[in-house]
Structures are given as C-alpha cells and as structure tokens.
C-alpha cells in the first residue's frame, strides 16, 4: 500500500463529493453526489414496480420503547445510538454552561428521550404492520428509505455512521417469503450489473456482539439466512456489501405478533440497499467524473 | 451425565417440550431451539460448570444435541460431567 497516495475518502472529499465533518463515518454529501443517489433510487424503484410495495417513509428516529421490544439490544448493543436531551433545572444549566467554558464533561444532566436513531430501515415498520392485524392471503410488501445510525466510526467511507438504506421488506407466509428473497437476490445482481461494477454474492451474518454473537453469526451462515452483494471498492480482498438479502424467519414475527391469513406466525425477509455504498462504488469503479462515466451506466441512473 | 444437563436445557433452552423426553442425540434445534435460546443456555452452561466456551465451539453446532454440548464440556472440564 502506498503511504502517500491519497486514499478513496482522501479523494472524494478532494472532490469535494463528500464533506468532513471532523467526525469518521459522518459526511455531508454534495448535489452531484446526491444526484447519483437519486438516481440509484429510481433504478430501485422501477426494478420493484412491479411488486406494488406500499411506500413508507418513517423518520432516522423511532419510538424507543419499540426499540427495546424488536431485540436489537440483545445482538447489537455496541452499534445503537440513543437520543438525550437536558432534564435539569436552571441552577443545573448554569452548571452546564461552566462546564462548557471550562472544557468540561458537561452532560450529567442530559436524559435519555423517547427516542433512538433509527439501526436499520424496517426497524420501525414492523410494529406498524403488526397493528393492522392478520396479514391478507398474499402478505404484505413495503417499500422504506431511512437515514439510519450505527455506532461504527470508520475511515473507509463506505462505512458510514449515518446512511440511507432502501428496503423493499415481505411480510408473509415462509414460503412468500422466500420466494420473494430468492428473486431479489437475482433482481438484484441484474441491477447491479446494469452499473457495471464487479461484484459477487456470497453468504454473511451480521455484526452480533461478544462471545454470545458468535454462536449467533455462526448460526445465521450456517442457515443460510443473510446474503450480500459485494463490491470491491476500498480492497479486492475485503469487498463492500452493497445490497443484502435476509431471511428472518419468525423473528420479527414473533417479536411483534404479526399473523398470517391462516393465523400462523408471519415470516419477514428484506433486501436492503446501501445508498451510499453503491453511489461511492460508482465512483470508485468509473472514476470521480460524472460526466466520464460510461452512456450505458448514466442512462441507468436517469443522469 | 445427561441428568446434569437436563434441568439446565429445561430452564434455559426454551424448549415446547421437556429435555427427558429428548435423546442425547436428538436435534435440539428441530426440537425448537432458537439461536437466542442457544445464547442463554451457552452463557448458563458456562456458570454452572464454570468453564468458558472457547472461539472454535462457539458455533451452531455445539449446541445442536445434549451430546454435543456433553462433548464440549467433557472436553474443557473432564471432571464435570463425572457424576
């Protein structure tokens, strides 16, 4: 590895596509940047228009009393973000304001809120979905887009902390619910190709925490349950997942009471999209011009 | 031996049925065992015999069946599982 070269990052903020912070992982984004993530979004939506998803847009926060029902606690502690705010009194703001001067640790007085940033898109859709009662004969499609959070501090800017994720999720009976995960995960190397980026698929598992999650990540190869979509883009030997396929059996199913027509327990599976991912693989593979970049690759993205 | 893992599956593994109707080597699993209900009766296991499950046997297969987990144990404290 060359010390002095500039690294990816180095160059899309050189480019001035992505915008520093001072924090890893937390990015502004320019227009130009923006546009190929409109565009990506578009090509989504025409190759799922066929599949009439109800469209919801939830906000990057959700309601954290949901938050610690759907488990996500239980695999991913080290990843969640929770959302304070100040609960103390005026002697107390005063103290935080001398804090502040001073330099100091100043958020004694800070509460937790009712509110947690959203981990993954279809976090809050589930309960939503719960709430109508038993499914219809042919399940449920949903369509998400979410600004979510992961406490996971990075220089690769293909891991970002906050990042939108698409998701097309099925809610259904197993066998819905794997069909429908087995023609996304074809779906979704077609639309991947149409970029011309390199990829490959292969099984994955999530990142679960500790000794605990072990059994669990080995569990979820072991069933076949997640699947991702990779892209070279920081290395050909860790490739970037760009899109994943998961299979969550009863999970969310059980965790939220979710029914079938028949009253059995509903199953649930997503693909998921990483906006940024894919637009930071584009440029990655056909260069920091836009206007370079191959007729067949823009007409694609509607550029 | 499996006297001494059964109350722990009983308790811990969540299971719709109890452990002494199961074989030693009858899938816990296909029995109704969940990946989180294997987390709770691997971190149970590890108190009661006071053992600590090593990287290679944190896997989906180490809890599959009661002698599975018995070979595990067996293997990091031989003296446990004696009685």
Sequence with gaps: ?303 | MLDTLRPLIDKHARLPVKADTLAAGQDLYAAGLTSFAAVQLMLALEEAFDIEFPERMLNRRSFATMESIAACIQELRPQALAS
């Design chain 1, 1 to 303: 590895m060359c010390e002095a070269c500039p690294t990816l990052l180095d160059k899309l903020l050189h480019k001035g596509l992505l915008v520093e912070t001072g924090i890893d992982g937390l990015y502004g984004r320019s227009g130009l940047f923006e546009q190929v993530i409109d565009g990506f979004d578009r090509l989504i939506s025409r190759t799922g228009a066929d599949q009439k998803a109800e469209v919801l847009r939830f906000p990057p926060g959700m309601n954290r009393v949901l938050f610690e029902k759907s488990g996500y606690l239980k695999s991913f502690p080290q990843l969640a973000g929770t959302v304070h705010s100040f609960g103390g009194n005026d002697k107390d703001h005063a103290v935080l304001l001398d804090r502040l001067a001073e330099g100091q640790p100043w958020w004694d007085k800070q509460e937790m809120t009712d509110i947690v940033l959203t981990p993954a898109a279809c976090y809050p859709l589930y309960p939503t979905a719960a709430k109508r009662g038993p499914l219809p004969e042919d399940g449920l499609i949903f369509d998400l887009n979410s600004y979510c959070f992961r406490h996971e501090p990075s220089k690769e800017p293909t891991r970002q902390q906050m990042f939108r994720m698409r998701e097309y999720v099925r809610i259904g009976t197993p066998d819905q619910v794997v069909a429908f995960r087995k023609n996304w995960l074809e779906r979704g190397q077609a639309l991947i190709a149409k970029l011309g980026l390199p990829f490959n698929v292969d099984v994955a598992n999530d990142p679960f925490f500790g000794r605990a999650g072990r059994v669990m990540a080995s569990s979820q190869r072991d069933l076949g349950l997640k699947f991702e979509l990779l892209v070279p883009v920081n290395s050909e030997e860790n490739p970037t997942a760009c899109l994943s396929f998961n299979y969550h059996q009863d999970h969310f199913g059980s965790t939220w009471n979710i029914r079938t027509a028949a009253g059995e327990t509903a199953h649930t599976a997503c693909v998921g999209f990483g906006m940024e991912r894919v637009a930071i693989a584009l440029f990655r593979h056909h260069g920091l011009d836009v206007d370079k970049w191959p007729a067949e690759v823009r007409d694609a993205l509607s550029l």
